[in-house]
Nanobody, 125 residues
Framework: QVQLVESGGGLVQAGGSLRLSCAAS????????MGWFRQTPGKEREFVAA????????LYAESVKGRFTISRDNAKSTVYLQMNSLKPEDTAVYYC??????????????????WGQGTQVTVSS
């Protein structure tokens, strides 16, 4: 059974940093794009960042560009999201996700078949 388990969320002051991790188990995803999305109450889940299977391609939402960095370690089946210069508007539940199609690179949420349970990130002002 495939599982994605996020960790690293928490409470941080504005301007601070957090590093999210997402470990996959049950199968390998070395050929699949992995991504991060976030959601706040009453809003749709929104794209944050994605990384291709090799790590050669990355894409970020405009709102996080220059502050967040996505990376992956295929040997550990883990994807990371380094979040710096956090703002109160970054407060959300963050989800990692994996595209089910080998080699595809896109940010449409419908591409991502496997999802984690989410980790809360709260940024205080």
């Amino acid at each position: 059974q495939v599982q994605l388990v996020e960790s690293g969320g928490g409470l941080v002051q504005a301007g601070g940093s957090l590093r999210l991790s997402c470990a996959a188990s049950g199968r390998t995803f070395n050929s699949n794009t992995m991504g991060w999305f976030r959601q706040t109450p009453g809003k749709e889940r929104e794209f944050v960042a994605a990384i291709s299977w090799s790590g050669a391609r990355t894409l970020y939402a405009e709102s996080v560009k220059g502050r967040f960095t996505i990376s992956r370690d295929n040997a550990k089946s883990t994807v990371y999201l380094q979040m710096n210069s956090l703002k109160p508007e970054d407060t959300a539940v963050y989800y990692c996700a994996v595209d089910q199609v080998d080699g595809r690179f896109g940010v449409d949420a419908s591409y991502f078949y496997y999802w984690g349970q989410g980790t809360q990130v709260t940024v205080s002002s």
